[in-house]
């Protein structure tokens, strides 16, 4: 059993890739397979993401050669975010029952992790988001309601969202994830635009809440040199620290945003103008 490895890409070497090789590196096309996880492993912050979508029996955190470790979460945390129908999650003895857009949070040293839906016929659909850990931090679950919604934007500019904020210095508390959720407005379908990079940590998005024949823009690279890829629904992206990360949808949209890396801190931003952006 192998979770894929992506390595870290020089920004100089990035201008030459072509569409293809820009998907291979930076794109995760399949999230959710019925009773099977599907791991990426980034050299960029050592950061994992990967999701189940339980049909069947309970379905145990796996391990993989590559961590070098006895269990997944040995050094590592783990972030979680149900995008799809009720489900459950058993960390050692405990049962955290997990409704659409709540969010758990697991601390490292969890041998036994593992899943389940309510209801076959309405799998749940979970995203996972690990990150290294170095100490011990409480496991916790958060629901939306509870998340610190802010709404943004507006309908002029067309990015009217509500952001929720789950794993962050003043949420959910980790030893570095920091993890939240944007969910577009009606009709609005821009993200993160003027956009930012923040040199000192590196992200990850995953776009849900999409019908299959829609797709987002998902704008990446430099500021004064851009590129994009045209990523489905459920579909995730990594996100170098050097990097911008934005995006528009052919409809509205939400996507989970996931952080690691230097520090704890949500707003360490470093924000950029649309004359800045080639």
């Avoid at 990035?14 to 397979?33: G, P």
């Avoid at 919604?149 to 980790?174: C, F, Q, W």
């Amino acid at each position: 059993m192998h979770i894929q490895v992506r390595h870290a890409t020089n920004p100089t070497d990035f201008k030459s890739y072509d569409t293809h090789r820009i998907r291979e590196e930076f794109l995760m096309e399949k999230l959710f397979v019925p009773d099977q996880f599907h791991f990426v492993y980034s050299h960029y912050d050592r950061m994992i993401v990967g999701g189940i979508k339980p049909v069947g029996q309970l379905h145990k955190l796996p391990v993989y050669e590559e961590l070098r470790a006895d269990y997944f979460l040995e050094r590592r945390e783990l972030g979680i975010l149900n995008v799809g129908g009720d489900g459950f999650v058993m960390v050692g003895e405990e049962l955290f029952t997990l409704q659409k857009r709540d969010c758990l949070y697991v601390g490292k040293g969890h041998k036994m992790v593992s899943f389940k839906s309510l209801d076959p016929e309405f799998p749940a659909k979970f995203i996972l988001i690990s990150t290294p850990a170095h100490r011990l931090v409480p496991t916790a679950l958060m629901k939306a309601a509870d998340a610190m919604p802010v709404d943004m934007g507006s309908p002029e500019k067309a990015n009217t969202r509500t952001i929720y904020k789950y794993i962050h210095a003043g949420g959910l508390e980790s030893c570095q994830l920091v993890m939240g959720m944007t969910a577009m407005k009606y009709s609005s379908v821009w993200n993160t635009m003027p956009p930012h990079v923040h040199d000192r940590r590196s992200e990850i998005y995953v776009y849900f809440d999409m019908e299959e024949d829609q797709r987002i823009f998902h704008f990446m690279g430099a500021p004064e040199e851009t590129r994009h890829l045209v990523v489905a629904n459920e579909q995730a992206i990594i996100s170098p620290p050097w990097s911008i990360h934005a995006g528009a949808g052919t409809t509205s949209y939400s996507f989970l945003w996931a952080m690691a890396g230097e520090n704890y801190s949500f707003t360490d931003m470093d924000m950029l103008t649309m004359s800045e952006i080639k």
